[in-house]
């Protein structure tokens, strides 16, 4: 078998991500335990293969234990809409940076969760049986280490660390939320600006998000899923793709982003406005003061997309 050179780019990361469903080769589709090898075709073309069509790599850089992804991907012509005071808009456009707020900054105490603490108890002996298994099937292991005791010991010791990693994960784990939404919702307007009157939504797309970021293939957007913590449990390593059932009305697509060495309540990641920004809509509450204000902002930046006024601010007839 070909080795690994592991000189993995930036531009192989997206091809991956881009890809990973299928071989580029024979089409055949992944599925959870395949290998998929990544690397480079004679001529320097990139390429992700299954195992029949793998020796065809002239450069296998990396190869994977292919796995599903932990969330849904929304689709890249989905609207995406992001409601904020002026403030907050302002240090957008005028940053060129999106803030994403630490998960354990949230209000929501749920945010990395794996489920409610009366139920902790099952999750550990789920877990504990699991390791245990591990511990005593592991390749090479000696077997005067394989004593009750010994595995016991070492099978604890992980489910501790499961946990320490998954506090900690709270403090170097970034979010950044929108709204999916064919259309403005009411109901955001007034929960995610301080001051509905003076209010912006930007609306975008699945597709415009991701190329704003240049493809960063550091970055994760994906769909929440809803589930009741009562009844289930969040997977071990996606539990920030899930939140409770009491927030299905946010409809939520989160970009996700880990930075292990960062500390506080949040971080700025660089993004292109005019790649982001598709349209951007006054709140229906705002006076027409405002909506001049919005727009002498939007020039002196020189952002491209349309300002309007809400949609729900058109008069009915009777």
Same mark, same amino acid.
């Given at each position: ?94 940053? =060129?940076?999106? $803030?994403?707020?630490?998960?354990? !900054? %949230? @209000?929501?105490?749920? +945010? ?5 603490? /009366? ?117 071990? =390593?996606?539990? $920030?793709?899930?939140?409770?059932? !009491? %927030? @299905?009305?946010?409809? +939520? ?5 880990? /930075? ?59």
């Amino acid at each position: 078998m070909q080795k690994m050179t592991l000189k993995h780019t930036k531009e192989l990361d997206i091809f991956f991500n881009e890809h990973r469903r299928n071989c580029t080769n024979c089409g055949k589709t992944f599925v959870e335990g395949d290998t998929a090898h990544l690397g480079y075709m004679k001529g320097r073309d990139a390429a992700l293969l299954c195992d029949d069509c793998a020796p065809m790599l002239e450069e296998t850089v990396v190869r994977y234990y292919w796995q599903e992804l932990e969330y849904e991907e929304p689709l890249p012509d989905d609207k995406l809409w992001r409601y904020m005071d002026l403030a907050k808009f302002v240090s957008l456009i005028s940053r =060129n940076e999106l $803030f994403f707020c630490a998960a354990s !900054s %949230f @209000e929501d105490i749920f +945010e990395g969760a794996k489920g409610v603490e /009366k139920n902790k108890e099952k999750w550990d002996a789920f877990y504990l049986d699991f390791f245990k298994h591990a511990v005593s099937t592991a390749p090479g292991r000696n077997p005067c280490d394989n004593t009750h005791e010994k595995i016991i010991e070492e099978a604890n010791c992980l489910l501790n660390q499961i946990e320490k990693v998954g506090q900690k994960s709270r403090e170097y784990t970034y979010i950044s939320c929108w709204h999916l939404n064919s259309y403005e919702s009411e109901a955001m307007w007034k929960l995610y600006s301080k001051d509905a009157a003076n209010a912006i939504a930007i609306q975008t797309t699945t597709k415009r998000l991701y190329e704003a970021f240049d493809k960063d293939p550091t970055i994760s957007i994906g769909k929440i899923k809803y589930i009741d913590f009562d009844k289930n449990f969040a997977p071990i =390593n996606g539990a $920030f793709w899930y939140k409770r059932k !009491s %927030f @299905e009305y946010e409809n +939520e697509v989160r970009a996700v982003i880990s /930075k292990i060495h960062s500390s506080g309540k949040g971080v700025f990641i660089p993004i292109s406005i005019d790649k982001l920004i598709e349209k951007i809509y006054i709140s229906p509450y705002a006076s027409e003061w405002f909506v001049d204000v919005v727009k002498s902002l939007v020039e002196k930046y020189c952002v491209k997309a349309d300002v309007t006024y809400s949609m729900m601010k058109a008069r009915p007839f009777y």
